[in-house]
């Protein structure tokens, strides 16, 4: 049984809300209170002195909830089960986080913030890998450069992404990512793509729609926009600030 005890009102609600998202069950009393009979875990605060014999203890910090709560998941099922995080590149990657065949957490963010979020996730497991699916080859490259010292690998996507039925829309690339966690592929370090003709016509497609005076970016930002040497936006602001010189002169 989970047994939530602490003081600190604002975690107390927030490990609550996340044990009753999951299903989980549990129990709560005050800290300090005989544990009922049958507790294996006890969820507190970092900063409160309570250490009751004969339970695991999860000692959570008051900003990340759902950090505790996976730890104390994690204990019920024994501990077993490597962390692996699946990603399927794209503009808004999709993202789930496996411990063995479980699911323990599912992300959608934009490009840029993929890489980070992975970190966060992997950061306090044992052995854990990443997956990442071979398509979206510019943006894939960018999250794979950005994870150096995370083990990757390289794994062929084809036929991951599930049909979508009645409801289902916009879920697509997260189970992609949970089909693509659970597939074997290739150890990968770094990814050297060139980008094409029409990857570059795109990013420079996507500039145009961006920009506020309706300018598309040249083929040397947008290159530069292709292998992560620029942002979107500083590609925008550099070519404006050419153009307002070209201007001037």
Known sequence: MIVVGTADFELYHGVVAELRDRGVEFTTIEPGDDLPEGATVLVTAEDEEWAPEGVDVVRAPPDDP????????????????RTVVGIDPGERPG???????????????PAAEAAAEVRREVEDAVDPVVR???GARLVGTRIIDALADVPVELVDETGTTPYLGTGARGMGDVLAAVNIARMEGEAIETRDVTPTAGEL?????RSREASETNRAI????????????LSMD????EHLGDGDEAADG
């Open 95 to 109: 993202i789930a986080v496996l411990a063995g065949d479980t699911v323990v957490a599912a992300f959608q963010v």
């Open 234 to 237: 500083e590609a925008l602001a």
């Open 66 to 81: 759902r950090r505790a709560v996976e730890e104390v998941v994690a204990i019920l099922r024994g501990n077993e089960g």
């Open 132 to 134: 990442i699916g071979d």
């Open 201 to 205: 016509q795109r990013i420079k497609d």
């Open 218 to 229: 040249d083929e040397e930002l947008a290159r530069k926009v292709a292998v992560g040497e």
